[in-house]
Structures are given as structure tokens and as C-alpha cells.
């Protein structure tokens, strides 16, 4: 068996290992959803950031939160490649743009795609953007290190991961 074949996670309940991963966790979920970006624009930002880290578990995640939420299956099957993709909207196209620029390690956020976001986005909606990605962050080590199961709800894969 290979380490992509593994039957459990490597982590066994992150939070119970660190209880004030409750608390971050809960304040990030809070300032994604506090309404100043579309819940499915923090559904593709999120699908996205997994797709550029090349993980699974967060693909497969973020796309059933946004079947979930009713986004039509053309348009989360086009996030990863929305450049020509008729599916976005230019505030979905420009917020996805910013999800890339600061993943990918070193390009950073140019003032014109910093001037087209605002376009889009007033200076909360801005702020609220740069957390959603924040967020997707805070939890890429976890995904990429814990290697949780893909589709597995976070109560059963955590009971059946190994002994730490």
C-alpha cells in the first residue's frame, strides 16, 4: 500500500490535539459568512484553493458545499478552468483571480487586480475576500499534513484515525 491508499487519516480529531483550533476555526467561519461576499463566491474561492493545492479532500468538500448550496454543476466543474469558462460572474472571475495570485507563492496581488476587485467589492466586502482565502489557508496545512479522508464526514474519520 502506497501513503495514497491509506484507509484513515493521519490526525486523529485536530481539535481535540488543539482545543483552540475550535475558537479560530469558528471566528474564520464567522467572517466568511457575515454576508459582504456571496456564500458562493466563498464556495468557489474555497473549491479553487483546494484545486491549486491539488487536495482532494477540500475538492471534494467545497464542491458538495456548493451542490449543497444549488450552484449549478457546469459552473463548479468550470472553476478550474474559469478563465474561459461562460459559467462566472466578473466579480466571481475577479475574486478567484485573487485566490490564485496569493497562492501562487510569490506573484502576490498587482494594483490593477487589485483595482479590478474593488470594482466588485466595497472595502468590507475587500476585507471579508482576503479572510475568505485566509480561512481556506488556515486549513490547507491540516488537509495537506492530517491527510483527512475525502467524503468522510470529520466525526467518522477522526474516530477511526490512528492512535497518536
Known amino acids: 500500500m502506497n501513503d495514497f491508499d491509506a484507509p484513515v487519516s493521519r490526525f486523529s480529531d485536530p481539535q481535540r490535539l488543539v482545543p483552540e483550533l475550535g475558537d479560530v476555526g469558528a471566528a474564520l467561519f464567522k467572517i466568511a459568512g457575515n454576508g459582504a461576499v456571496p456564500r458562493s463566491t466563498v464556495g468557489l474561492v474555497h473549491l479553487r484553493a483546494g484545486q491549486l493545492v491539488g487536495n482532494t479532500y477540500l475538492t471534494v468538500l467545497h464542491t458538495g458545499n456548493l451542490r449543497r448550496a444549488g450552484v449549478p454543476e457546469e459552473k463548479i466543474t468550470a472553476v478550474a478552468s474559469w478563465r ?33 476587485a474593488a470594482e466588485h467589492y466595497d472595502a468590507t466586502a475587500l476585507a471579508t475576500l482576503a479572510m475568505v482565502i485566509g480561512q481556506v489557508n488556515f486549513f490547507i496545512p491540516l488537509a495537506l499534513i492530517g491527510r483527512p479522508l475525502p467524503g468522510v464526514s470529520p466525526a467518522e474519520q477522526w474516530r477511526t484515525a490512528p492512535a497518536e
Open 84 to 116: 474561459d469558462a461562460p459559467y462566472f460572474t466578473a466579480a466571481e472571475r475577479v475574486a478567484l483571480e485573487l485566490v490564485e495570485a496569493v497562492l501562487s507563492h510569490g506573484a502576490g496581488v498587482s494594483d490593477g487586480l487589485y483595482a479590478r
